[in-house]
């Protein structure tokens, strides 16, 4: 009777998304000792051994509250950007419900660049010099007489394309044609800013208001091809954590960044209460913000979070509910992981193609495999997506990590993937 009674006192939780990153938020709560059941809408072939997947979209925001109340869900976490921005969190507080993630008003710091820009700049943090434009002619002028590279960003949500960096004056002109005139993402403006230079990492914080708790650091490879070549993609790789961010670079980024963004988000009027993602620069004139992501980064979130040793849903709650934050532990071993792509992506790729030995790597305790982009095709797992999976290795050090996640790879069969053999390499 008392087993009964325990499992009444567990949580059921409703992830929302269904990539790599939402496999590993499944993940981590299915190791805590207070969930009792994981839905996640819609999730993938990964994600169904470990929670039930749902089959409603990320942007279904009626439809999933409806469900979350239907089924009593006590929690709901959401991973993409595109729910928050369409305001799940707002939707789901009208209700009663509880959910983790920030506000439409605060994810706005991600949804867009130059209100980011205007926060940082009234708040003193670190980035980047720019101009905001809503005329083309104007920005043209601008650009004509500034020196290459060049940054040129959509004002709004753009997949991961809102950014193109320019070699030369005339290929800037048709991207500003593209994003200004011919209206390309939407009608929007663009942030024209300085090209920076240094290494780039990955600072996620747990955030409640003015209460910022970092999580460990990561780095991605966003580069499509091997020697950080070709086009920008969602993330090829990351690992953690980073030899080359010292305890003065961390406290740096702490103190003259994250908390003094999230502070001003609540004098804002906007506090923040969700995960707070800097993309944030080494730079030869010290750490600056490249961006903010209103949520769990993706690939980041699949190496960061099998190193988290607390319970991931009393930190949700302690978030949600606005109660005291237990410690957040985080284990010494290091953890490497390699996406593997569809061949073609980021443009265009074919989908369906089956994918073996996934069952063989299953019991092993160092690797983890994130299903990013998978569906079962009768019962057998294929490709349904650009990023398909994220094969992470865990080790004593980053190299055993880094050994043990290529072994994986290596056991995986697919005719129609591909992915970068060099993640790790400035720090192997
Ligand atoms: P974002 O979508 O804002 O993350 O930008 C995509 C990528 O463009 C970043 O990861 C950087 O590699 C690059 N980038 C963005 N802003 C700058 C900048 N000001 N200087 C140099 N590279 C940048
Ligand atoms: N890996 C970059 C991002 O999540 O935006």
Redesign the pocket.
């Known amino acids: 009777m008392q087993t009964v009674d325990v499992q009444a006192a567990k949580a059921k939780v409703l992830v929302v998304g269904g990539g790599g990153r939402c496999h590993a938020i499944v993940d981590a709560l299915s190791r805590s000792r207070l969930v009792s059941k994981i839905y996640c809408a819609p999730g993938n072939a990964g994600i169904s051994a470990q929670a039930e997947c749902v089959p409603l979209k990320d942007t279904q925001i009626g439809e999933l509250k409806q469900f979350a109340l239907d089924n009593s869900v006590d929690l709901t976490v959401v991973g993409p950007e595109a729910s928050l921005a369409l305001g799940i969190v707002d939707e789901f507080g009208k209700a009663g419900l509880r959910i983790f993630g920030p506000s439409k008003a605060a994810a706005t710091i991600e949804s867009s660049?130059d209100f980011a820009k205007r926060l940082m700049k009234k708040y003193d943090v670190p980035?980047?010099a720019?101009v905001t434009f809503e005329d083309y002619g104007k920005a043209v002028e601008y650009v004509r007489h500034h020196s290459m590279?060049v940054?040129l960003?959509y004002d709004g949500l753009?997949a991961?394309k809102?950014?193109v960096?320019p070699d030369s004056f005339t290929e800037a002109e048709a991207v500003l044609r593209e994003m200004l005139l011919d209206d390309m993402f939407g009608k929007g403006k663009v942030v024209i800013?300085?090209?920076?230079?240094g290494p780039?990492f990955s600072l996620m914080c747990f955030v409640d208001g003015e209460k910022v708790y970092p999580m460990a650091l990561s780095q991605?490879h966003?580069?499509a091809y091997e020697g950080d070549k070709g086009p920008?993609t969602g993330g090829m790789g990351a690992y953690s954590p980073l030899p080359f961010i010292s305890d003065e670079d961390m406290e740096y980024s702490m103190e003259k960044i994250m908390k003094p963004v999230a502070a001003g988000l609540v004098k804002e009027g906007c506090p923040f209460k969700g995960v707070l993602y800097g993309?944030l620069?080494k730079t030869p004139d010290g750490i600056?913000v490249?961006?903010f992501?209103c949520r769990f980064g993706d690939p980041e979130t699949e190496v960061v979070l099998p190193r988290l040793e607390s319970d991931i849903y009393e930190i949700f709650s302690s978030i949600v509910d606005g109660t005291p934050m237990p410690e957040i532990r985080w284990s010494d071993k290091a953890t490497m992981g390699f996406v593997m792509a569809s061949k073609g992506y980021p443009g265009h790729y074919d989908k369906g193609f089956g994918i073996r030995g996934l069952d063989a790597l299953e019991n092993n305790p160092d690797v983890r495999i994130y299903h990013m982009g998978t569906a079962f095709a009768d019962r057998t797992v294929v490709t349904s997506g650009g990023r398909v999976l994220m094969v992470v290795g865990s080790g004593k050090d980053l190299q055993e990590a880094h050994d043990k996640a290529l072994k994986a790879v290596g056991q995986i069969d697919c005719d129609n993937l591909f992915y970068r053999r060099d993640i790790g390499w400035r720090v192997l």
Do not use: S, W
Request: no cysteine; charged share 35%.
């Open positions: 660049k980035t980047a720019y590279p940054v960003k753009a991961g809102g950014v960096i800013e300085d090209f920076l230079t780039e991605d966003k580069r920008n993309g620069m600056k490249i961006e992501n």
